[in-house]
């Protein structure tokens, strides 16, 4: 049985990959030497958005990709997210020249501000949080790269706001804006695109100023899902004392999971959580009985364990509509467990990994979880199955 569990965990896990390649596309358009064209567009992150873009004008036509300066912009209806050329400073790629990305539009007007998702080895933060973007204000023709850095000095990082500089001196026309409110305005979309709005409103009241809300609200599938499990134990020996062997163990859990997704940040990875209980039963020889040598004897033990994993899943799948997403996923297990007396009880970690497939609404799954850190570590082996039910997605 723990061979054909763990044939199908690898069975499950290769054919997730051949969904590797499957489409995130998603209704959006392109603009394209002055020409609005509408189809579908790969939905991923903002970083990666940012230097590329996958079109394709049907669901069944091929793939066209454009780079960077081949597009004048691009989006998403639906969800009110637009994207532009814009150039922007990138301190790790060069202190003085500029690069152009495709830039989330947040403000548009007689400024116009536009927020630019960084990967992580382009804007380093260790003591920021939140820190990997910049955002770009564009005042008449000119675009300014507003930033904040972390900065090493020998008593430590401290944090150069260089945004608030750069906006004392671009809003300094405005009479209602002071400049020493700007000090206390945050590197943060909440706080930045409303002052764009009221100095765009302050200069030119009679023009359109356009907040392009976006605010993407999570995903969650969640439900009831329950299994068979089966413990296999590497090292026999280890698992009891020398006076004992172990002969196996098996049981049942049911459960509760949720599978939370950030569109805005990614569709292909998701925060997987879960709440379950599991009870197993133990089988061994004893050859001990009140401290004295008796001839070997069948023992059946109960264990009640109350989990929690927490992970995270990457879904090969996981564009909207689609009927059968396959997912990989790893991460911690908690446990509390305790035997039918309650009198001895323990609480230790699973590391754990597992595979399976959304299938409409239900969910098939297979998993390892490894006791502890040690590979020859006893391990819980599992299969599952579940009902999802979805949030919808504003």
Not at 130 to 135: A, F, G, L, R, T
Not at 306 to 325: C, H, M, V, W
Request: contains cysteine.
């Amino acid at each position: 049985m723990k061979k054909c569990l763990l044939t199908l965990l690898l069975v499950v896990s290769i054919q997730c990959y051949s969904f590797a390649q499957a489409d995130f596309f998603e209704p959006g358009y392109v603009i394209v030497r002055g020409d609005s064209l509408k189809g579908f567009i790969e939905r991923t992150d903002e970083t990666k958005l940012s230097v590329a873009v996958n079109f394709k004008e049907n669901s069944s036509s091929a793939v066209r990709h454009y780079a960077v300066g081949e597009l004048e912009g691009f989006g998403f209806p639906k969800d009110g997210l637009h994207f532009a050329p814009v150039p922007a400073q990138i301190r790790s790629i060069s202190a003085t020249e500029t690069t152009t990305r495709y830039a989330k539009k947040l403000v548009t007007g007689y400024t116009s501000l536009y927020k630019l998702q960084l990967p992580r080895t382009e804007q380093a933060q260790e003591y920021l949080k939140d820190n990997e973007h910049v955002y770009v204000l564009k005042k008449d023709t000119t675009f300014y790269t507003l930033a904040q850095y972390e900065v090493l000095t020998d008593n430590g990082y401290r944090v150069d706001k260089r945004y608030v500089g750069l906006l004392i001196s671009l809003l300094n026309d405005c009479p209602t804006i002071a400049p020493a409110s700007l000090h206390k305005v945050s590197f943060k979309d909440a706080a930045l695109a409303p002052l764009i709005s009221k100095y765009n409103s302050c200069k030119d009241p009679a023009s359109a100023n356009i907040a392009h809300t976006y605010k993407a609200k999570a995903m969650v599938k969640w439900g009831p899902e329950a299994g068979y499990a089966t413990v296999y134990a590497p090292n026999k020996d280890a698992f009891l004392t020398d006076k004992d062997a172990f002969l196996g163990g098996n049981g049942y859990w049911a459960g509760i999971s949720w599978d939370i997704v950030a569109p805005n940040v990614s569709r292909r990875f998701s925060t997987k959580l879960g709440l379950n209980y599991l009870n197993i039963r133990y089988d061994y020889l004893s050859r001990t009985r009140n401290g004295y040598s008796v001839k070997p004897y069948e023992v059946k033990e109960q264990r009640h364990m109350l989990r929690l994993p927490i992970g995270t899943q990457y879904n090969f799948n996981n564009a909207p509509g689609k009927k059968i997403s396959p997912f990989v996923n790893f991460g911690l297990t908690a446990q509390f467990s305790a035997n039918s007396d309650f009198k001895q009880k323990d609480m230790v970690p699973f590391l754990h990994i597992g595979a399976g497939a959304y299938v409409w609404q239900y969910k098939v799954m297979a998993m390892v979880e490894n006791l502890g850190f040690r590979p020859d570590n006893e391990k819980v082996i599992s299969l599952g199955v579940g009902y999802t039910f979805k949030s919808k997605e504003k």
